[in-house]
Antibody, heavy 116, light 111 residues
């Protein structure tokens, strides 16, 4: 069965960096687009980035463009989100999900808190 | 960005009675391939979102047939034919046609 397990969430200071990971299993990882979505009380659900199976097609929401980088390692069945120069408004639960337009499977989420 | 507007935001229902949630988009959602990427998700308390309906009206595997989706253009609806206790949750519509893909504000279904 499809499983997505996020990790790497933590308490981080404004301006700091963090790397989130998502380990996938139960499907042919390299054949699927993958996404990061976040959920905060203030902004609801926000689809912040996706990447194609090959890594050649990448999109970012304006709110994270230039600060966050999505990447994947198909040999390790893993998706990543490098978060730099974080802000208080990046505080959220971060989910990885399979595909971009359809989001058919989600992980359990990892919590990122940005606070001094 | 495409704005997804759900109504109502809170939906009190009686067990066994039907429920309906509306979702309106600020732009049409037909993609260049002819597919309308309008999905519905359920989020139970303390859980991740779970997809119920994709491409307007296709029910996911394992989703009870009391859930159905319909609509076209900019107006879409999620219907529950007879609410059960396990349906207490937040429900979100989401468009996957125009980047950035966007979600509605959520509708809280309560008994």
């Amino acid at each position: 069965q499809v499983q997505l397990v996020e990790s790497g969430g933590a308490l981080v200071k404004p301006g700091g960096s963090l790397r989130l990971s998502c380990e996938a299993s139960g499907f042919s990882f390299s054949g699927y687009y993958m996404s990061w979505i976040r959920q905060s009380p203030g902004k609801g659900l926000e689809h912040i980035s996706y990447v194609s199976g090959s890594g050649n097609d990448i999109k970012y929401a304006d709110s994270v463009k230039g600060r966050f980088t999505i990447s994947r390692d198909n040999a390790r069945n893993s998706l990543y989100l490098q978060m730099n120069n974080v802000r208080a408004e990046d505080t959220a639960v971060y989910y990885c999900a399979r595909t971009a337009r359809l989001l058919e499977y989600w992980g359990q989420g990892t919590v990122v808190t940005v606070s001094s | 960005d495409v704005v997804m507007t759900q109504s109502p935001l809170s939906l009190p229902v009686t067990l066994g009675q039907p429920a309906s949630i509306s979702c309106r988009s600020s732009q049409g959602l037909v993609y260049s391939n002819g597919i309308t990427y309008l999905n519905w998700f359920q989020q139970r308390p303390g859980q991740s979102p779970r997809r119920l309906i994709y491409q307007v009206s296709n029910r996911d595997s394992g989703v009870p047939d009391r859930f159905s989706g319909s609509g076209s253009g900019t107006d879409f609806t999620l219907e529950i034919s007879g609410v059960e206790a396990e349906d207490v949750a937040l429900y979100y519509c989401m468009q996957g046609t125009h980047w950035p893909f966007t979600f509605g504000q959520g509708t809280r279904l309560e008994i």
